[in-house]
T-cell receptor, first 113, second 115 residues
Framework: AQTVTQSQPEMSVQEAETVTLSCTYD???????LFWYKQPPSRQMILVIR??????QNATENRFSVNFQKAAKSFSLKISDSQLGDTAMYFC??????????FGKGTKLSVIP | DGGITQSPKYLFRKEGQNVTLSCEQN?????MYWYRQDPGQGLRLIYY???????QKGDIAEGYSVSREKKESFPLTVTSAQKNPTAFYLC??????????????FGEGSRLTVL
């Protein structure tokens, strides 16, 4: 089975600063997808950003961007201009097809005013 | 609006009782999943279903049962055999075929507390 490792259980960042959350994974697949999900205190899981492994260009969504290093099997999330609403648990998800879906254990991010 | 509906949002159960958590989706997705979330554990897969009348055990299926009689519905029963059922339960779905990105769509979750 694939493994996904988020090495930072908790992180904090000052409002308006930039923070990077790390994720590494283990796979023998060549085609797969990677996702970052956000779970705010409401506990609703929200998709933040996705990356297809066959794409070399790093995905970006407004203040959120990824640094995808396929050879290193690394998929970090950068949040720029952090806002109080970014306070949440962040989960990295590896997917190969519909059914090979593996979550990391999450990083709790606190944005400090 | 398309989405996934879980009910109830909060549920209390006495020890020895079975309880059923409901999950309904109107996204026309073939695949549905049940996850359990505990503090510090991330999300762990209980069961998943790829198609009606078929389902597979996940990593922590013991003490749980599911059914998939309709495409839209994937209820989870927490049986008395589940030794530590107090947890937050999330239902999710994903499309089966192209454009299959593997993206999961989640319900709002159900919090089960055993008294």
């Amino acid at each position: 089975a694939q493994t996904v490792t988020q090495s930072q259980p908790e992180m904090s960042v000052q409002e308006a600063e930039t923070v990077t959350l790390s994720c590494t994974y283990d796979t023998s697949e060549n085609n797969y997808y990677l996702f970052w999900y956000k779970q705010p205190p409401s506990r609703q899981m929200i998709l933040v950003i996705r990356q297809e492994a066959y794409k070399q260009q790093n995905a970006t969504e407004n203040r959120f961007s990824v640094n995808f290093q396929k050879a290193a099997k690394s998929f970090s999330l950068k949040i720029s201009d952090s806002q109080l609403g970014d306070t949440a648990m962040y989960f990295c998800l590896y997917g190969a097809g519909s059914y090979q879906l593996t979550f990391g254990k999450g990083t709790k991010l606190s944005v400090i005013p | 609006d398309g989405g996934i509906t879980q009910s109830p949002k909060y549920l209390f159960r006495k020890e020895g009782q079975n309880v059923t958590l409901s999950c309904e989706q109107n996204l026309n997705h073939d695949a549905m999943y049940w996850y359990r979330q505990d503090p510090g554990q991330g999300l762990r897969l209980i069961y998943y279903s790829q198609i009606v009348n078929d389902f597979q055990k996940g990593d922590i299926a013991e003490g749980y049962s599911v059914s998939r009689e309709k495409k839209e519905s994937f209820p989870l029963t927490v049986t008395s055999a589940q030794k530590n059922p107090t947890a937050f339960y999330l239902c999710a779905s994903s499309p089966r075929g192209p454009p299959n990105t593997g993206e999961l769509f989640f319900g709002e979750g159900s919090r089960l507390t055993v008294l």
